[in-house]
């Protein structure tokens, strides 16, 4: 299979590269160990049953922690090269969320127990550092802009996509207050229920949020101080459904939301329902660095494969079987473009491939989303 081949080809010695290891990946960074992409790799690395890729898996890991910060913070990327650690510029919250969530995806599907004693100390430390992001009373971690995977959006304060991880880690390492936590979320994120939240902070964000907002089907992209996202972030309404934050009535309410707004098309999925225009206030300057982020692009409505592979695993976890088959093998037709070059995204209006090729999350979230029509869901 296509998927199998591009993981094992894009192994070394330092763990998963987020892409093939071409002249232009190693321009822009790509051919290094990330650990948010590392990290969606190790959830179906961990489980091929292949050693080459389980080796791998194992790998990428090691390789991160070993240059965890003294707080216990995990580093976006590494460079063995040059024996270092990037932290990005306001730092990189998901970067330690999906670490620990591989590390114990390989303790559940390969289990070593020499392996899982030589990162008992880094796990450690990582779930203190991420618990010192957490509001104390919301249960809920904050974040700067731009430092999640969308990192050159304008999501801060608190930003769905992250606590929805959140939310996952504690469940997995059984960390207290997690009902707190799906609590709040579906408070914060969906203030349209009717329901008042007791907490008198909780009680403005949402007063802020119900006059104004649009998409009220879907959870809001991020909550801050009297400014929010509505504009229909595709990945954390999956993920929020994939991992249990939401009742199965709203669940299926995202669900129709995103089917009217046809994000499988051109190429599934289409990451931002309503892109960010120049003249909004949510846009920043630094959006149109490279003419990157512009509107129908990057994560600013661009498509993006990756993302596709959850939104196979939302139809297969509502039970859309029929459904899920379908987006799979459109998914499939998306990957396979130019001879199986896994483009990193696609413009969200024509279709045209673009960013990197060989991109190794692709690869994953396809494998992912295939096990989810057999009732493995993460």
Not at 33 to 48: P, T
Not at 53 to 67: E, K, M, P, Q, V
Not at 198 to 220: G, I, K, Q, T, W
Not at 285 to 306: E, F, I, K, T
Request: proline share 5%; glycine share 6%.
């Amino acid at each position: 299979m296509a998927s199998l081949r591009l993981l094992a080809d894009n192994v070394r010695s330092d763990g998963i590269l987020a892409a093939t290891p071409t002249s232009r990946a190693r321009a822009r960074h790509y051919n290094l160990v990330f650990a948010r992409d590392a990290g969606m790799c190790v959830l179906a690395m961990a489980r091929s049953g292949d050693p080459h890729l389980i080796a791998g898996a194992r790998a990428s890991l090691r390789t991160l922690a070993a240059h965890q910060a003294d707080n216990g913070q995990i580093p976006k990327f590494v460079e063995p090269a040059e024996d270092g650690a990037d932290f990005w510029y306001v730092g990189c919250i998901d970067a330690t969320l999906w670490w620990l969530i591989a590390v114990e995806a390989m303790d559940r599907h390969a289990p070593d127990a020499a392996f899982s004693a030589s990162l008992a100390g880094p796990v450690r430390r990582a779930l203190t550092w991420i618990s010192c992001q957490e509001h104390p009373r919301l249960r809920l971690v904050s974040q700067n802009e731009a430092s999640d995977w969308s990192d050159i959006m304008p999501r801060s304060g608190f930003v769905l996509y992250s606590n929805a991880l959140w939310y996952y880690v504690k469940r997995l390492y059984n960390l207290p207050g997690q009902e707190e936590t799906r609590r709040y979320f579906n408070s914060l994120f969906y203030p349209f229920s009717g329901e008042i939240a007791e907490y008198r902070r909780l009680r403005l964000l949402n007063h802020f949020v119900r006059r104004r907002a649009r998409n009220r089907d879907l959870y809001l992209s991020f909550v801050n101080f009297s400014f929010w996202g509505d504009e229909g972030d595709v990945f954390g309404n999956l993920l929020a459904v994939v991992l249990g934050l939401a009742t199965d009535a709203h669940a299926r309410a995202i669900e129709h939301r995103l089917e009217r707004a046809q994000v499988e098309h051109p190429v599934p999925v289409r990451t931002t329902l309503t892109p960010i225009e120049p003249y909004s206030p949510l846009w920043r300057d630094y959006m149109a660095r490279h003419s990157q982020n512009l509107v129908y692009q990057y994560h600013n409505g661009g498509c993006w494969p990756m993302v596709g592979g959850y939104w196979v695993m939302m139809l297969a976890g509502l039970g859309e079987t029929r459904k899920a088959q379908a987006a799979l093998e459109t998914l499939a037709r998306a990957n396979a473009v130019n001879n199986w070059q896994f483009n990193e995204w696609f413009h969200g209006r024509t279709g045209v491939p673009m960013g990197m090729p060989g991109q190794s999350w692709n690869a994953a979230s396809f494998l992912l989303a295939l096990d989810s029509l057999q009732g493995r869901i993460f």
